[in-house]
Each structure stands twice: as C-alpha cells, then as structure tokens.
C-alpha cells in the first residue's frame, strides 16, 4: 500500500462550485504539505502543517483552506472554485532528520476546473 | 524571481551512456538540496539529496555534486537506463520546511 494517498485522483468541476482534496499517510510523519503544479513551472506551496494544531499558509494560499482532521489526514478545499485552479496537486509529508527533511509525495490529483 | 533554475528543460541520452542534469540556484542560504525523479501520473519520488556541508553524494547509479562556489548541482546517472526516463526535479531549502523547486528536466533514455 502507498505511504502517502491522495482522493480523488482526478475531478472536473465547475467554476463556483466547493470541493475538497483529501490527503492520508501511513508514514507516521507529524510534517504534512500541500502544493500545486502548474505546466512549465516547478511545485508551489499552498498551505503546511507541522502538527494538528499547527497550519500555516504557504506562498500561494489565496482561495484554499485547509483542515487537519489527524496526524494522518490533511485535506485542502477550494471554497469557490476558479479556472486558474487548474493544477495538479500534491500531498506530502515530511520527516526531519539532523535538521535535514525530506519530503515524500502523494501520487497527485488533476484537478479541472471549468 | 526564480531562486533554483533548471535551464534544460529536456535531455535525450542513450542507454548505458552517462545523463547529466544540472540546477543553478542564487541564494546562498540555501543548505540541502534534493532530487526528485516523477514519472506520468505519479507523484515525485525522492532520489538523493546532499548537505551543503559536502560536496559529493552517491547512491548507486545516481551521484549528485554540489559547487557552492558556482551555486550548481548536478545529478550524474551512469549507466542511463530506459527506465529513467521521467522528469527531474532539483529543490533547495535552508534545512526547514521550505523546499524551493526547479521547473523541471524531462530525461529520455533511448534504448
């Protein structure tokens, strides 16, 4: 089974409408991460999570909410969606080492948005 | 202002050859860096990383160098093989939490 999975792994939906992406992880890291990917451009952050009671905006986090209902869950929702919210986006969690953290993905969800 | 460029954004190298994929970054607080490999549909994997505290990292086929100097990494593979085929992706961060991404090299190995 996949340490880190993401529902759904695609979804069209329309301009206005709520939607929510879920996040899980096996992994047992406290760390857990949100970005977006956009064509020709590298992984953005939206929104971080270093524990339940702990959520930060990221650099990109405008129109995005996020919720961390677990260690092991964290889902982004999109209140009102928008065509530039076209992405695919990314889960991942993270475990910290000696000051150095690596980051493990989730599989991604395409996310479109019309 | 892009603080880790990947200027290549494809490489095609044959199978059983070396593949060389190179990152430039400008901020020089920059203290571990990351390379992750991401195949269609799949989410990026991650590969190898170095500390800025050495200047050379191998895991298997994979090496990675660090030029602090120059501010570059690279990833060598050597033997290139089909199956590495995917799109690379270098990130940079200062030890915490935010990783700063490249925009990508798409690798192609021909058999």
């Known amino acids: 089974d996949a340490d880190v999975t993401q529902t759904p792994r695609n979804r069209i939906t329309k301009t206005g409408k709520r939607i929510m992406l879920e996040c899980s992880q096996t992994k047992g890291h406290d760390r857990m991460y949100w970005y977006r990917q956009d064509p020709g451009l590298g992984l953005r952050l939206i929104y971080y999570?270093?524990?339940?009671?702990?959520?930060n905006k990221g650099e990109i986090s405008d129109g995005y909410s996020v919720s961390r209902q677990a260690q092991a869950k964290f889902s982004l929702s999109l209140e009102s969606a928008i065509p530039n919210q076209t992405a695919l986006y990314f889960c991942a969690t993270s475990d910290l080492r000696a000051g150095e953290e690596t980051q493990y993905f989730g599989p991604g969800t395409r996310l479109l948005v019309l | 202002d892009q603080q880790v460029k990947q200027n290549s954004p494809s490489l095609s190298v044959q199978e059983g050859r070396i593949s060389i994929l190179n990152c430039d970054y400008t901020?020089?607080?920059?203290?571990?860096f990351l390379w992750y490999k991401k195949y269609p549909a799949e989410g990026p994997t991650f590969l190898i990383s170095?500390?800025?505290?050495?200047d050379k990292n191998e895991d298997g086929r994979f090496t990675v160098f660090l030029n602090k100097s120059a501010k570059h990494l690279s990833l060598h593979i050597v033997p290139s093989q089909p199956g590495d085929s995917a799109v690379y992706f270098c990130?940079?961060?200062?030890?915490?939490?935010?990783?700063?991404f490249g925009t990508g090299t798409r690798l192609k190995v021909l058999a």
């Open positions: 170095i500390s800025s505290i050495k």
């Open positions: 999570s270093f524990d339940v009671k702990d959520i």
């Open positions: 990130a940079a961060s200062t030890g915490t939490y935010k990783y700063i």
């Open positions: 901020n020089s607080m920059f203290d571990y």
